[in-house]
């Protein structure tokens, strides 16, 4: 049976504290990060074109970069691929919880399975999962959405202000007038610099809110 000494576990840690020294705690903690992505299939990527940007996860990156951002957010289709845009400046805590689910592995490109709908909210997004705040109302956001095969027990889920909700809802059902079940489609994030930096803590904080109410 190996053992691993003092000193073998000295060097790792003299080794990352002098990194902190030289680079920062932040830096290191990203490249970390960075790494741990990588290694997880996970990450996002940004597709640019003229004053347009789209996020998509990494893993849907081939498929995403097969058209221009404007076509993907114009169009809601590349080849034959249909698209579902989340938008950012009305959506920023929902498009951070997309963003970091991303970056955790979660899939890019989902399949529609209306009958899985309310088993994967109630293992996802249980009653009471998040108290109610104050001054905006909240709830429970999941992603993979519940209306996927990949939504469930394993999405990730964050508490965003409940007119956030309502107004992925009604992107869902419109995208969904088009998307056939069991047919696969490519999620992407429009306006992504307008992605929330921290959680939802009760203040609706999207630059524009004429989705929902």
């Not at 990450?43 to 074109?49: H, V």
């Not at 490109?109 to 709908?117: Q, S």
């Not at 999962?129 to 939504?151: H, R």
């Amino acid at each position: 049976m190996r053992t691993r000494s003092k000193g073998g576990l000295l060097v790792p840690l003299v080794i990352t504290v002098a990194l902190v020294v030289v680079f920062g705690a932040n830096k290191v903690i990203d490249t970390a990060t960075g790494l741990i992505d990588g290694l997880l299939g996970g990450g996002t990527e940004r597709i640019s074109d003229g004053n347009t940007s789209v996020l998509v996860a990494s893993s849907a990156k081939s498929t995403a970069t097969q058209c221009a951002s404007q076509h993907l957010i114009q169009n809601k289709m590349c080849g034959d691929t249909k698209v579902v845009v989340m938008d950012a400046a009305k959506m920023p805590f929902i498009t951070r919880n997309m963003s970091l689910a991303w970056s955790e592995g979660k899939p890019g490109i989902l399949t529609r399975n209306k009958a899985a709908e309310r088993a994967n909210r109630s293992a996802a997004c249980p009653p009471g999962k998040y108290p109610q705040t104050a001054p905006d109302k909240n709830s429970c956001e999941e992603y993979p959405f519940a209306s996927t095969s990949e939504g469930g027990s394993g999405a990730r889920t964050a508490n965003v202000p409940l007119r956030e909700n309502s107004c992925q809802g009604g992107t869902l059902r419109w995208a969904y007038a088009s998307i056939a079940e069991g047919e696969e489609f490519l999620v992407v994030i429009a306006n992504p610099d307008d992605i929330a930096d921290q959680e939802f803590s009760g203040v609706d904080i999207a630059k524009d809110r004429a989705c929902g109410s």
